[in-house]
Each structure stands twice: as structure tokens, then as C-alpha cells.
């Protein structure tokens, strides 16, 4: 591997630079579209792929071909395979070069994605990276030199930034998409009280009930994804074009980080919405902070979380330097932890992940029995929603989101996941209702 890089030093705001390649084939953008210090200091914009990878836990496709096996392992090989020259190092960001995709929630399920579904993962490999450092104001590139002489590369690169101005999206003739729901109120709550009921018997102590909303829509994905961070900016959004899949995700939510050793988790549990007057806003902020149900839902989910890491990381290394942090959004407050460990020796990125996913909360405790619960009571698989949307580097190191706030498109077929974390003290309709305030912003962008 030729790897180079270089800072550009003409900087431009990251999303105009990625609308000058918002077109671009099999292009992956991992935004923080609501950039701060904390968790969104970096974006990333992947172009150029030069290896392809995806499919179910035991069977994948690879650069094209079908091969029977271990797709983790597989990423094992390929991360292992290019090894980063030590001019690398020079470039202080966590994701220099490697892979970004995502995992569906189906992936980990018994029952996977069915034919002709949603591939259950997809990994892309890109020769060029353009990494956007918010805290520090500054841009830079990356080649690998796979598909060309990184230097020329990075030569081409630094002519498209200079002489392009992006074009504004235009929007379809059309009306609006009318999105339907995989369960009625009633069905819903029916459910909730069905869970309720598994709780009392002692099956689970806490479990994530999940509605679909489905859409027909020919607004493009470039369009979809530009109102939805201008309505909903997050810190872990992402927009991914492959092969007629389009993800668009505004999720705030953290699975996995691992930076030099160390992983770190950060579990969303307790939702308002925000409120229409300032008191309004302000009765609701001090609602979720006051609420003891939804600080026990997040204790529950902080101890899964824990135990999750313990089989990854050392002995007494875990911690939780966050707990009960309270983080607002555009239409909802969240109550969020912050679950830390340094992982052992030999342990290595895809092995956190594959050992932790999927998310505990967007699963329950104990988790397995959560997701036999979920299976029987949701209607249909959840696809890459509740899944996770990031990038391995081969520097080592990782960073995921927990699937949510997140539209899948598949030619003008669009698809929204919502739901929320049912406990004994669960109230059916205002668990109904949070879905609603969840997909506020994702029903208004369509």
C-alpha cells in the first residue's frame, strides 16, 4: 500500500466539499453534522472503493464472488492484509485509511435477511478518504494508491476542490410520500402490554419494542439526506450509496469507539420532546432528568453495557465516567451514559464488535431473551435498523453508531425504524407516543 496525504489548505465547510462528490458512486459520508469537541469532532467522506464485502455472519460476497465462511473473519484478513507506512502516523486523526459500512440488526437475529432483503452487512474499502478535523478548522486527503499513484491521487483531488462549485439538489415533481405503519396504535400498545407481561414473569427486565413506517418516494437520497441534517443535525450521521442501497442516518447515538485500545459505548435510554415554547422546552428537560423510570432503564442498559465489554476488555478497567447526561436534539431530549474499558491484549477492533453487537439499547436485558421477545413481537425483521453505521481503520481503531433516526432507500421504497425501551412501569400509549416524537423529523423530511 502507497499510502499519502496531505492537508488542504484552502478549507471549506465538509458539507460543501462533500456535495461537490455527492454523486459519486459508492461513496460513503460519516458526518457530524452537529460538530462538538466531545463526539463529533471528525467527518469523513470515503470515495473510490477498491474492495467490496457483504453479506450474512456465514456467507458473503467478496469483490463479487460468493464465498461460504466467516464474514468478520474475512474483515479480520482484509485489516490485517494493509499495513499503514509509519508516515501515517503523522497524521493525527483516528481514521486515516480502511473501510466504512454498516451491520443490520438482522445480521445478529436467528432469522437473517430473507433473499432479494437488505444485505445483512456491507463494507466498502476506499482509496480516498477527505477527513474534516472540526475542532481544528482543517481538511485533509488520503490515498492508499490501489486504484492510482496516491500522489496522482491526491493531485486530482486537490484539482476537483479547487475548481468545482456544488450545485444545489432539485427536488421532484411530486407530493408528498404518505408513510404507513407496520402496526396501528392499538396493535402497538397490544404489544407493549404483551412485553409488560414477559417482565412481570421474569423473562426479561427491560426489552425495545420496534414499529416500521414504509413510504413510496421519488425524492433522490442526496435530497433526502440534505433535509434531514438540516432538520435533525447529529453527531453520528451518515449517508451510504451502495449498489441501489442508500442509507441516511442522523442517529445521536454511539455503539462503539475504540481508539488506541481503549472502547467506549454510549447507551441512549429516556426520551421527551422538545417543547413548542421556551417553559414548555424546559418542563420537558426537567421531566427526563427527574424521571425515575428512565433512569432505571438506563442503569439496566449501563450493566448490560458492562458486562458486554467485560468480554472484551481487562479485569477492573471498566468504567462509567457519564451517567444521567442529559443531550437535546432538534425535536427530542435523550438521557445518555458512558461506558469505557481498555481492551486486552489481542483483542482487536471487529473482535469488540462482534462480541458486543448488537446494541443493548436497542435490544434488552438479559439480551438474548430480549431479542427471542422482540422476534415474536415485532412484525417482519428490522433491516439495518437498531444495526450499526461506522468505519474500521487500519490504524486499528473504530467508531459505530446505533442505527436509529435512520431512512433506508431502495429505489423509491423508503423505510423508517422507531420504538423504544419497554420496562415494568411502561404506560403502552406513551410508549406509542415516543415512537411518534422519535420519527418526527424522518416523517417530516418525507
Same mark, same amino acid.
Given at each position: 500500500m502507497n499510502f499519502s496525504y496531505r492537508?488542504?489548505?484552502?478549507?471549506?465547510?465538509?458539507?460543501?466539499?462533500?456535495?461537490?462528490?455527492?454523486?459519486?458512486?459508492?461513496? /460513503?459520508?460519516?458526518?457530524?453534522? *452537529?460538530?462538538?469537541?466531545?463526539?463529533?469532532?471528525?467527518?469523513? *467522506?470515503?470515495?473510490?472503493?477498491?474492495?467490496?464485502?457483504?453479506?450474512s455472519k456465514e456467507q458473503y460476497v467478496f469483490d463479487g464472488?460468493?464465498?461460504?465462511?466467516?464474514?468478520?473473519?474475512?474483515?479480520?484478513? +482484509?485489516? /490485517?492484509l494493509y499495513q499503514l507506512p509509519e508516515r501515517a502516523t503523522e497524521l493525527a486523526v483516528p481514521f486515516p485509511a480502511g473501510c466504512m459500512g454498516y451491520i443490520s440488526y438482522d445480521f445478529a437475529a436467528e432469522n437473517g435477511s430473507g433473499a432479494g432483503k437488505l444485505p445483512a452487512s456491507w463494507f466498502v474499502f476506499y482509496d480516498n478518504l477527505l477527513i474534516f478535523d472540526h475542532q481544528e478548522n482543517k481538511l485533509y486527503i488520503s490515498a492508499c494508491g490501489m486504484l492510482?499513484?496516491?500522489?496522482?491521487?491526491?493531485?486530482?483531488?486537490?484539482?476537483? +476542490? /479547487?475548481? /468545482?462549485?456544488?450545485?444545489?439538489?432539485?427536488?421532484?415533481?411530486?407530493?408528498?410520500?404518505?408513510?404507513?405503519?407496520?402496526?396501528?396504535?392499538?396493535?402497538?400498545?397490544a404489544a407493549v402490554e404483551k412485553l409488560r407481561h414477559y417482565i412481570e414473569a421474569g423473562d426479561v427486565y427491560i426489552a425495545n419494542m420496534t414499529q416500521t413506517f414504509t413510504a413510496q418516494s421519488a425524492k433522490t437520497s442526496a435530497l433526502i439526506y440534505e433535509e434531514l441534517r438540516q432538520i435533525n443535525p447529529a453527531p453520528f450521521a451518515a449517508r451510504l450509496e451502495f449498489d441501489g442501497i442508500s442509507v441516511l442516518s442522523s442517529s445521536p447515538e454511539r455503539f462503539l469507539q475504540v481508539v488506541a485500545g481503549t472502547a467506549r459505548t454510549r447507551p441512549i435510554k429516556g426520551t421527551r420532546p422538545r417543547g413548542r415554547t421556551k417553559a414548555e422546552d424546559e418542563k420537558n428537560r426537567q421531566a427526563l432528568l427527574s424521571s425515575e423510570k428512565d433512569k432505571s432503564e438506563l442503569l439496566m442498559i449501563v450493566d448490560l453495557e458492562r458486562n458486554d465489554l467485560s468480554?472484551?476488555?481487562?479485569?477492573?478497567?471498566?468504567?462509567?465516567?457519564?451517567?444521567?447526561?442529559?443531550?437535546?436534539?432538534?425535536?427530542?431530549?435523550?438521557?445518555?451514559?458512558?461506558?469505557?474499558?481498555?481492551?486486552?491484549?489481542?483483542?482487536?477492533?471487529?473482535?469488540?464488535?462482534?462480541?458486543?453487537?448488537?446494541?443493548?439499547?436497542?435490544?434488552?436485558?438479559?439480551?438474548?431473551?430480549?431479542?427471542?421477545?422482540?422476534?415474536?413481537?415485532?412484525?417482519?425483521?428490522?433491516?439495518?435498523?437498531?444495526?450499526?453505521?461506522?468505519?474500521f481503520s487500519l490504524n486499528g481503531n473504530a467508531d459505530f453508531n446505533i442505527a436509529i433516526r435512520t431512512i433506508v432507500k431502495q429505489g423509491e421504497q423508503l423505510s423508517i425504524g422507531v420504538g423504544g425501551g419497554i420496562t415494568w412501569e411502561s404506560e403502552a400509549a406513551e410508549e406509542y407516543q415516543e415512537t411518534l416524537d422519535k420519527a418526527k423529523a424522518l416523517l417530516q423530511v418525507i
Open positions: 492537508e488542504v489548505t484552502d478549507v471549506q465547510d465538509i458539507y460543501q466539499v462533500y456535495c461537490l462528490f455527492r454523486d459519486e458512486q459508492g461513496l /460513503a459520508f460519516l458526518e457530524s453534522s *452537529l460538530p462538538e469537541e466531545k463526539l463529533g469532532r471528525y467527518s469523513f *467522506l470515503g470515495l473510490h472503493p477498491y474492495h467490496q464485502l457483504h453479506g464472488a460468493m464465498y461460504t465462511g466467516s464474514l468478520f473473519d474475512k474483515l479480520r484478513e +482484509l485489516l /490485517a492510482a499513484p496516491a500522489e496522482r491521487s491526491l493531485d486530482t483531488l486537490e484539482q476537483q +476542490l /479547487a475548481g /468545482a462549485v456544488p450545485k444545489p439538489v432539485s427536488p421532484p415533481a411530486s407530493s408528498p410520500a404518505k408513510a404507513t405503519a407496520n402496526f396501528s396504535r392499538e396493535e402497538y400498545m468480554r472484551v476488555c481487562q479485569p477492573h478497567t471498566i468504567k462509567v465516567p457519564e451517567l444521567f447526561s442529559l443531550e437535546q436534539y432538534s425535536t427530542v431530549f435523550h438521557l445518555v451514559a458512558e461506558v469505557t474499558g481498555k481492551l486486552r491484549p489481542g483483542i482487536a477492533a471487529v473482535d469488540c464488535l462482534e462480541h458486543c453487537f448488537p446494541g443493548g439499547s436497542i435490544t434488552g436485558a438479559p439480551k438474548r431473551r430480549a431479542m427471542e421477545i422482540i422476534e415474536e413481537l415485532e412484525r417482519g425483521e428490522r433491516g439495518l435498523y437498531t444495526g450499526c453505521i461506522g468505519y
